[in-house]
């Protein structure tokens, strides 16, 4: 039997999205906004942050606070352990190619 991140991470994140539009989200906030992080709520269910404020340490964990997803802020300080936090850059690839990924995760998925 598969555990619950896998189930989390592959069939429904949240109870607002499922797996496919969870990873496009993820995509669409690295192409655009050049990171994502996504947070596991009190409920075990995989949310992203909106914004957040990260500050860097240099030889222990950073850590996250003012975590907002949609209307609401979290009072708690996250630490960079206890979440997912993905960064990517390529100046080579413009956002255009949005239009690009939903016609590849289909053929993904559907394969």
């Given at each position: ?26 995509v669409h ?70 239009v690009c ?11």
């Open positions: 039997m598969k555990d619950e991140m896998y189930y989390r991470l592959n069939v429904r994140p949240n109870p607002n999205m499922s797996a496919s539009q969870f990873w496009q989200t993820v906030k690295l192409i655009y906004d050049n990171e994502c992080k996504i947070i596991q709520a009190d409920s075990e269910d995989l949310l992203f942050a909106d914004s957040f404020s990260r500050i860097e340490y240099a030889l222990v964990n950073d850590s996250f606070k003012d975590v907002t997803i949609k209307d609401y802020t979290f009072s708690r300080t996250f630490q960079m352990s206890d979440v997912i936090y993905l960064e990517y850059s390529n100046k080579k690839l413009s956002p255009c190619w949005m990924i939903p016609i590849v995760w289909n053929y993904l998925v559907e394969s």
